[in-house]
């Protein structure tokens, strides 16, 4: 099926390649770069869809959809938002305005075509309107595909009822029974297979069919699954229900009764249906790990590194590389505007202006705040507006000249020193903080790698051309330059050399063979080097490495020029640099942004498992409770008991787990204070269990210490590198003979000592002196960087501590951290302990506040038996409540929850009515904003760590009401 499609969009590129991917499938397409053209257009080209950006030159995109909608005068028109990341608000005004999809940018051709073309009209004939006359009832909880598929079965006749969920479903069903029902698989509380069950359970309904719709259940066993449960069929979804249409045309043609429902077979049915919905729900988590905007912030960062490396590579032009992979980015990002600003040798800011919009000649200045750029450049931080950053007249000074409702300015950096900064302006747009950060800084950090890249081509093209235009110099600057300079033949045989060169005296003899001498990876990568110019006679390049009689490493950035005599290639000039520092910095800062990377991940998954961890354990205990209870006047299963307490004994395991996660979380890395070594070294074992269990026995022997003043997450950092490296010290196999050590004491001069002995192979003489050199592995290629002892030496060393090891050949190896002794008590490992049990002394009146809707539940039904609970999963809700006068004796709140916070919460209990907020309990299950951490250091709240014994909650409660 061909249509008339619209591209709304003021990218070019962006245009050209929407074009392209749809000419080439057979589509009809017009283009519009601005919001103007695009109604001229619509009023004379009739299409059939549009494609529209929201962030247009000339018009708010959330607008130019209603007036395009007026122009369409009924027809069937799709109108789709075509964007970067949203926020949860964009996407819902964009639901209210009448878009009738969103497309994120950036996207695959082959991804796009069929996502247009699923919206192109499908005029179906008088014929095929098999519904016609028919009820059909549609459940899915997605409201896009709920509206994309009523919308098309609406045209093949049938009188359709969309509901959201399975339970909605099961009403329409009850109030009037239809034709066919239509259900997709997943859904919350009642999803397709309890649905089918519960319509043939009803004998009213038990003929009516049932048509099961997913894109997650796609085994053999799940279609059985559909059978047993009386489905008629379970289809795949595709985007234009091709395979929902022709099982409702089989269906109904075939006049069948549906397949009956073995009433005797339930129990059973019912336990495959839960074990198969567990492992769509596992399948779900693996596959949505990745948060999907991060997804496009990391894909429109690749897409302007590619293109800027491209660029410079290609033809080393710095301006052209970033006027058009910026304009690229900033469209991707919903970004209306910026400026890239960068510094010259004398430190002057010069601007370039970055897409379109009004007051371009106010970007050199940043609209007359010339000093506040010059302070973000210099002082490395990044600025964000609206904020408390800036004082709010001149933040609002600021946003008002710059006509922008946000914008953010990150700081371009290398190697410590400034080189300028990124300015991104944001208007008719509502972007989340974090997200914006996460993008500007991102971008911000390719752009400098390019940035220092092109001005290194540019130092290195400028030096070349100073050696042609003086070649009466040419003696005197080879034997001076500071780099290794060299002619050589196709072969290897040395011409010219101004120094002896990759740590070898004797490779300045003219004469001899450069391969003749041992030069490791570099030898190897310099033999195929000059191959390829003998071949191609073009230059090459290429890092690699030798290594120095002492056994060190050193690495070396190697480019070859071709020689060339009557226009044949004769030989090649090597010019080679010492770029042992680089190298080193490099891998620092790609080890350093795994950790923070893995640190925020582990913050992040921690937080996510706290809140239905909490529910799960909440209900096990209830369950317990109730156990207890029933036992008196019920024969209950003599196993039922023991099997829900292993289950809470499991779930605590997952608790403990999550508590070590935090250990390895960034977030706190900027909290230098007392740590508990035992603590850490605890954790850390738990984490490197698996390298252990197999190698060798675990020994204790923690004696009692004081705390040490350190950061948590880098001195656990220490610990696991050590570990690790004690078990592949160990050949696995042997487990008995083996044993890891770990020890804690004080040493003379008072300071903590952690020792850590295994009983491997040793450290040979020979690699003793580089132990702790940057680059320097014993492990095999590919299983280490050489980089983890040097740095947990220089993390030690910051601490004021210091790294020693005793070793033996064949008989283990022993290291010996000392550590400074901390000024103060260590830091608590869990939030506050709940207080002592009281009493309630009444009933009191409570509020429970949790988007984790089971959680919230759990604690209603619990604190119930003794106080009047009311439990809503909003803050919104529980603010309403608030302001129609309703007072609570203990208000127990989530900290972190969409919309509206726990924290923002608080701050607006406290305008309305301080003594209301002083009553609030926060829940917390991870505090890894800074925001939230911040909140609750300040704040003089009581809280309770998630996941928390419902006991200790009720013991607070009945505290507080007095």
């Known amino acids: 099926m061909t249509g008339k499609i619209m591209v709304v969009d003021d990218n070019a590129a962006t245009r050209r390649m929407v074009r392209n991917a749809l000419v080439r499938n057979g589509h009809d397409v017009i283009e519009a770069p601005d919001g103007r053209t695009a109604l001229e257009l619509m009023r004379t080209e009739r299409p059939s869809v549009v494609l529209q950006d929201l962030a247009l030159p000339d018009t708010d995109g959330y607008q130019l959809v209603g007036e395009l909608r007026r122009l369409a005068h009924g027809t069937d028109v799709s109108i789709l938002a075509f964007s970067g990341f949203m926020s949860d608000a964009d996407e819902a005004r964009i639901s209210r305005v009448g878009f009738d999809d969103i497309i994120t940018k950036p996207i695959a051709p082959s991804r796009l075509v069929p996502l247009i073309e699923a919206h192109l009209p499908a005029a179906a004939p008088t014929g095929a309107q098999f519904g016609r006359g028919r009820r059909l009832v549609i459940a899915d909880d997605d409201p896009m595909q709920l509206k994309l598929a009523t919308f098309r079965l609406s045209r093949l006749g049938f009188?359709?009822?969309?509901?959201?969920?399975?339970?909605?479903?099961?009403?329409?069903?009850?109030?009037?029974?239809?034709?066919?029902?239509?259900?997709?698989?997943?859904?919350?509380?009642?999803?397709?297979?309890?649905?089918?069950?519960?319509?043939?359970?009803?004998?009213?309904?038990?003929?009516?069919?049932?048509?099961?719709?997913?894109?997650?259940?796609?085994?053999?066993?799940?279609?059985?699954?559909?059978?047993?449960?009386?489905?008629?069929?379970?289809?795949?979804?595709?985007?234009?229900?091709?395979?929902?249409?022709?099982?409702?045309?089989?269906?109904?043609?075939?006049?069948?009764?549906?397949?009956?429902?073995?009433?005797?077979?339930?129990?059973?049915?019912?336990?495959?249906?839960?074990?198969?919905?567990?492992?769509?729900?596992?399948?779900?988590?693996?596959?949505?790990?990745?948060?999907?905007?991060?997804?496009?912030?990391?894909?429109?960062?690749?897409?302007?590194?590619?293109?800027?490396?491209?660029?410079?590579?290609?033809?080393?032009?710095?301006?052209?590389?970033?006027?058009?992979?910026?304009?690229?980015?900033?469209?991707?990002?919903?970004?209306?505007?910026?400026?890239?600003?960068?510094?010259?040798?004398?430190?002057?800011?010069?601007?370039?202006?970055?897409?379109?919009?009004?007051?371009?000649?106010?970007?050199?200045?940043?609209?007359?705040?010339?000093?506040?750029?010059?302070?973000?450049?210099?002082?490395?931080r990044t600025l964000h507006l609206p904020s408390s950053e800036l004082p709010r007249e001149r933040a609002h000074e600021l946003l008002a000249r710059a006509q922008a409702d946000a914008l953010l300015i990150v700081p371009l950096r290398s190697a410590g020193k400034p080189l300028g900064g990124l300015l991104m302006i944001a208007r008719g747009r509502e972007l989340e903080e974090d997200d914006w950060r996460t993008f500007g800084l991102g971008i911000a950090t390719q752009v400098s790698h390019v940035v220092v890249l092109a001005r290194?081509?540019?130092?290195?093209?400028?030096?070349?051309?100073?050696?042609?235009?003086?070649?009466?110099?040419?003696?005197?600057?080879?034997?001076?330059?500071?780099?290794?300079?060299?002619h050589l033949d196709l072969d290897g045989t040395i011409r010219l050399m101004n120094r002896p060169l990759f740590e070898h005296p004797a490779t300045g003899v003219v004469g001899a063979n450069i391969f003749s001498y041992p030069a490791g990876d570099h030898a190897i990568a310099l033999r195929k080097a000059l191959a390829q110019i003998e071949q191609t006679g073009e230059p090459q390049g290429f890092e690699a490495s030798v290594f120095r009689p002492d056994g060190s490493q050193v690495w070396y950035s190697t480019r070859l020029g071709p020689v060339k005599e009557n226009g044949k290639v004769t030989g090649a000039v090597l010019v080679s640099r010492d770029v042992s520092d680089k190298k080193q910095t490099e891998m620092h800062l790609m080890l350093s942004d795994r950790m923070a990377s893995v640190g925020t991940l582990a913050a992040g998954v921690?937080?996510?498992?706290?809140?239905?961890?909490?529910?799960?354990?909440?209900?096990?205990?209830?369950?317990?409770?109730?156990?207890?209870?029933?036992?008196?006047?019920?024969?209950?299963?003599?196993?039922?008991?023991?099997?829900?307490?292993?289950?809470?004994?499991?779930?605590?395991?997952?608790?403990?787990?999550?508590?070590?996660?935090?250990?390895?979380?960034?977030?706190?890395?900027?909290?230098?204070?007392?740590?508990?070594?035992?603590?850490v070294l605890e954790s850390t074992v738990r984490m490197a269990w698996n390298e252990l269990r197999h190698r060798a026995r675990l020994i204790k022997n923690y004696g009692k210490v004081p705390p040490v003043d350190a950061h948590e997450s880098r001195l656990g950092q220490v610990f696991l590198n050590l570990i690790v490296n004690a078990a592949h010290a160990i050949p696995p196999g042997n487990y008995d003979a083996n044993e890891i050590r770990l020890s804690t004491s004080i040493d003379p001069t008072g300071r903590v000592v952690v020792s850590i002995r295994d009983t491997g192979t040793g450290i040979p003489l020979e690699v003793r002196p580089r132990l702790f050199t940057p680059f320097f592995s014993t492990k095999p290629v590919g299983v280490g960087t050489g980089?983890?002892?040097?740095?947990?030496?220089?993390?030690?060393?910051?601490?004021?501590?210091?790294?020693?090891?005793?070793?033996?050949?064949?008989?283990?190896?022993?290291?010996?951290?000392?550590?400074?002794?901390?000024?103060?008590?260590?830091?608590?490992?869990?939030?506050?302990?709940?207080?002592?049990?009281?009493?309630?002394?009444?009933?009191?009146?409570?509020?429970?506040?949790?988007?984790?809707?089971?959680?919230?539940?759990?604690?209603?039904?619990?604190?119930?038996?003794?106080?009047?609970?009311?439990?809503?999963?909003?803050?919104?809700?529980?603010?309403?409540?608030?302001?129609?006068?309703?007072?609570?004796?203990?208000?127990?709140?989530?900290?972190?929850?969409?919309?509206?916070?726990?924290?923002?919460?608080?701050?607006?209990?406290?305008?309305?009515?301080?003594?209301?907020?002083?009553?609030?309990?926060?829940?917390?299950?991870?505090?890894?904003?800074?925001?939230?951490?911040?909140?609750?250091?300040?704040?003089?709240?009581?809280?309770?760590?998630?996941?928390?014994?419902?006991?200790?909650?009720?013991?607070?409660?009945?505290?507080?009401i007095r």
């Open 159 to 380: 009188e359709v009822e969309a509901v959201p969920d399975g339970r909605s479903a099961l009403d329409a069903v009850r109030r009037r029974a239809p034709d066919v029902v239509v259900s997709d698989v997943m859904m919350p509380h009642v999803d397709g297979f309890s649905l089918a069950m519960a319509v043939r359970l009803e004998p009213a309904l038990r003929k009516v069919p049932v048509v099961l719709v997913t894109s997650s259940y796609v085994d053999p066993d799940d279609r059985e699954l559909a059978r047993k449960a009386g489905a008629s069929d379970l289809v795949p979804r595709t985007p234009d229900l091709s395979e929902l249409i022709d099982s409702l045309r089989a269906t109904l043609a075939a006049n069948q009764d549906a397949p009956p429902l073995d009433a005797g077979a339930l129990d059973d049915l019912e336990k495959e249906h839960t074990r198969r919905v567990f492992r769509q729900l596992e399948r779900q988590v693996q596959l949505n790990s990745g948060l999907a905007k991060r997804c496009s912030v990391l894909a429109s960062e690749l897409a302007v590194l590619a293109s800027l490396s491209e660029s410079v590579l290609t033809n080393h032009n710095l301006d052209a590389a970033i006027e058009q992979s910026l304009t690229e980015c900033f469209d991707a990002g919903g970004i209306a505007q910026g400026a890239l600003y960068l510094l010259d040798a004398r430190g002057r800011l010069t601007a370039r202006a970055i897409g379109t919009g009004p007051e371009a000649t106010g970007l050199a200045t940043l609209f007359g705040h010339e000093e506040l750029l010059h302070e973000v450049v210099r002082g490395s």
């Open 456 to 486: 290194a081509y540019e130092e290195r093209e400028l030096a070349e051309r100073r050696a042609t235009e003086h070649a009466a110099l040419l003696d005197a600057m080879i034997a001076g330059a500071p780099d290794y300079v060299a």
């Open 606 to 679: 921690a937080h996510e498992i706290n809140n239905p961890l909490a529910s799960v354990i909440a209900n096990l205990d209830m369950a317990l409770q109730d156990i207890v209870a029933l036992a008196e006047t019920t024969v209950l299963p003599p196993d039922l008991s023991e099997e829900l307490e292993d289950a809470r004994t499991a779930a605590d395991r997952v608790r403990e787990i999550v508590r070590d996660l935090k250990i390895f979380s960034r977030g706190e890395e900027d909290r230098h204070g007392p740590v508990d070594v035992e603590h």
């Open 787 to 960: 980089l983890g002892l040097a740095i947990s030496h220089r993390i030690i060393t910051q601490f004021g501590g210091a790294i020693t090891y005793d070793t033996e050949v064949g008989k283990g190896t022993e290291f010996h951290i000392a550590l400074p002794v901390a000024g103060g008590p260590p830091a608590p490992q869990q939030t506050q302990k709940i207080w002592t049990r009281a009493p309630a002394v009444r009933r009191g009146n409570l509020l429970v506040i949790d988007d984790e809707e089971s959680l919230a539940q759990a604690i209603r039904r619990f604190l119930s038996v003794e106080h009047s609970v009311t439990a809503v999963y909003r803050a919104r809700d529980a603010l309403d409540l608030l302001e129609l006068g309703t007072r609570y004796d203990v208000i127990l709140c989530d900290l972190m929850m969409p919309q509206i916070t726990g924290m923002e919460l608080h701050a607006e209990v406290l305008r309305l009515d301080p003594a209301q907020a002083s009553r609030i309990v926060f829940l917390t299950g991870g505090a890894f904003a800074p925001s939230a951490r911040e909140f609750l250091t300040t704040t003089t709240n009581r809280r309770i760590e998630k996941p928390f014994d419902l006991q200790e909650v009720r013991r607070l409660v009945n505290e507080l």
